[in-house]
């Protein structure tokens, strides 16, 4: 799984190589502690212009659905089960016309021994940005006018599937990751066979994991209210 996870930079310095059109207003700054619910920026293609404009828009972590009630299912839809979304009707639709890219720096994960739960900061060896694959979601909010910029609420989950190498000794699952080549073909919103999508991002993962390294990191990143970059310094 993703709990949380880290973005450094912000706009351009974060996406470069995945040559975004347009960024958005009001983008939300580098963060070392991202948790759910939070502000994050992603990466989507709208399918409203020919061809579709690449965006970088802020969004708020744990997927939304369009039926929803309110917006708090999403607290419990930060991640999805890549394996599992095409027969989930809460990600089904979003996977068919609705896949965005998560730009991170790297993410933390729990190692358990002996009931002991040990953090672990994951990341590209050579610090450059890491992507997962993601789902997103636009919500409108019956209780706002249709004049209020703020009644639509845009929102993502991050795909993951089973761990594999050094990254299975920490947790069983890993985030999606997805390279700056294949982000082209994920974005893509006129893709029609995305059962054979998913599952070439599902194979091609394994491969970008032996570009990671991982380092044990303090637990003052289990509480939210600590942000800043000793959070990622190994411990002594």
Known sequence: MCGRFVVANAGS??????????EGDDLPAPSYNIAPTDRVAIVLDSAKTEP????????????VPAWA????????????RAEEVEDKPMFRQALIKRRAVVPASGYYEWKTEDGVKTPYYIHPIDDGPLFFAGLYEWWKDPAKSDDDPTRWLLSFTILTRDSIGALGSVHDRM??????????????????????LLDAAI??????????????????????????????????
């Not at 310095?13 to 347009?22: A, H, K, T």
């Not at 579709?52 to 997927?63: C, D, I, Q, S, V």
């Not at 009630?69 to 999805?80: R, V």
């Open 52 to 63: 579709p404009t690449r965006r970088l828009e802020a969004a708020r972590w744990g997927l």
């Open 69 to 80: 009630k309110d917006p708090g299912i999403g607290s419990k839809a930060f991640n999805a």
């Open 203 to 236: 194979d091609a993962a394994p491969a970008l994991v032996d570009s990671l390294s991982m380092r044990e990191v303090d637990r003052a990143v289990g509480n939210v209210r600590n942000n800043g970059p000793e959070l990622i310094e190994p411990v002594s």
């Open 175 to 196: 985030p999606l990751f997805i390279d700056g080549d294949y982000a082209d073909v994920w974005l893509d919103p006129t893709t029609e066979n995305v059962g054979d």
């Open 13 to 22: 310095e974060l996406v470069g190589v995945l040559r975004v059109d347009i």
